[in-house]
């Protein structure tokens, strides 16, 4: 890599630069776009859609779900792409584009050309009711140092997003995280972790063996959430229980969606299983996974579902429903996950191969 690195002092001079224009909530805080979010959230708490049950809570009225706040700004996807057009046309005017853009144009020309979203945080300050009308104005927040993580070097670049009321005041603030980086080149002669895919490059005769594989990104170990992975580690599939209603629940979470217990214990599963569903994913590729990748949702024998690779199976020859049952894989020295390969059930025939 030729290009020099950003100098912290550069990158640093775009923190509290803007972030785009502000954007004016197009309506105000309103009942039938909460009706229609809590709908779809399965969220029957009443103090959403009740102004007596809002009241007796301590309310004033009706609130909207905290959670609802970037809705009420969201510009919709006709003016977004209205936006994207005009912005590729200063830029070929030679107009000044906005900061975040000039940053990541300068991020992208020292070889941090990938992306992913790492973390979103929102702060509630006061509830929003019926009537209010939010503005949001989003400045660079924070540009990290360059950093080493598992996808490769990058640097973090925090947005902030201020959203206020007509009154100018500050009820939510959100910071958004991303990661820029340059993608570690994948290492070609990777141990196959299971079924090795077919040759994918064109150029594939030239091998560079000298470059590690990375890991993969580490998942987000939470007091709710580490019995799983250390149950994987010692080879269990392991579910939460709900002390109170008996309900099994995966993915993971601090209490019971149907009873609110907050009391569970960990139940093994048998992994097995049909597949749910699945996506076979090309692009964007990840240097720690083996492409095309295949990730499957099954639908396990105790009801309950997991999201988990696909291995053992070309990627053509996945189909839903078809048996699966689970394996632990030790992905990498630290880390043992569950896969789905084929499960062999009683078949009247069928070709070889
Ligand atoms: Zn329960």
């Known amino acids: 890599m030729t290009a020099t690195s950003s ?28 009706r229609h979010w809590v709908e779809a959230m399965g969220d029957e708490n009443p103090v959403y859609v009740d102004d007596a049950a809002a009241r007796r809570a301590g309310f004033s009225g009706v609130v909207a779900p905290p959670t609802m706040l970037q809705a009420w700004t969201m510009r919709g996807y006709r003016r977004s792409m209205e936006i994207e057009r ?4 200063v830029g070929a005017g030679g107009g000044p584009p906005d900061a975040l853009e000039e940053l990541f144009a300068l991020l ?9 979203a790492t973390d979103c945080e929102q702060e509630y300050r006061r509830p929003l009711v019926l009537g209010d009308r939010l503005r949001a104005t989003s400045v660079i927040d924070t540009v990290s140092p360059e950093k080493r993580t598992a996808l ?43 079924d090795a895919p077919g040759e994918l490059h064109e150029n594939a005769t030239v091998k560079e063996p000298e470059e590690p594989r990375p890991l993969r990104p580490r998942p ?47 139940q093994e599963l048998s992994g097995r299983g049909t597949l749910f569903s699945f996506v076979v994913v090309h692009h964007p590729q990840v240097p720690a996974f ?3 990748l295949v990730v499957g949702v099954a639908e396990l024998e105790e009801g309950t579902r997991l999201v988990a690779d696909v291995v053992g199976v070309e990627p053509g020859d996945v189909r839903i429903g078809m048996p699966i049952e689970t ?11 569950p896969v789905f390969k084929a499960r062999t059930a009683p078949a009247a025939g069928g070709e070889s191969g």
């Open 108 to 116: 992208d020309a020292q070889g941090f050309t990938s992306v992913v």
């Open 86 to 89: 005009s912005r590729r046309d």
């Open 327 to 337: 394996e632990m894989r030790a992905v990498d020295p630290e880390l043992t996950l």
């Open 152 to 194: 490769g070097p990058g640097h973090f670049v925090t947005t902030r997003t201020d959203f206020t009321d007509e009154a100018g005041a500050v009820v939510a603030v959100m910071r958004f995280r991303i990661l820029r980086f340059r993608p570690a080149r994948r290492a070609p002669e990777a141990q196959p972790t299971g």
């Open 7 to 34: 100098d912290a002092h550069t990158l640093a001079a775009f923190e509290g630069r803007p972030a785009g224009a502000g954007v004016e909530a197009p309506d105000p805080v309103n009942q039938p776009m909460i």
């Open 290 to 292: 083996d492409y095309p």
């Open 220 to 266: 987000a170990i939470t007091p709710d959430t580490a019995f799983f992975f250390e149950g994987a580690k010692a080879g269990k599939l392991l579910a939460q229980r709900c002390c109170n209603c008996g309900r099994l629940r995966h993915p993971p979470a601090p209490s019971c969606r149907w009873c609110r217990s907050l009391e569970w214990e960990p």
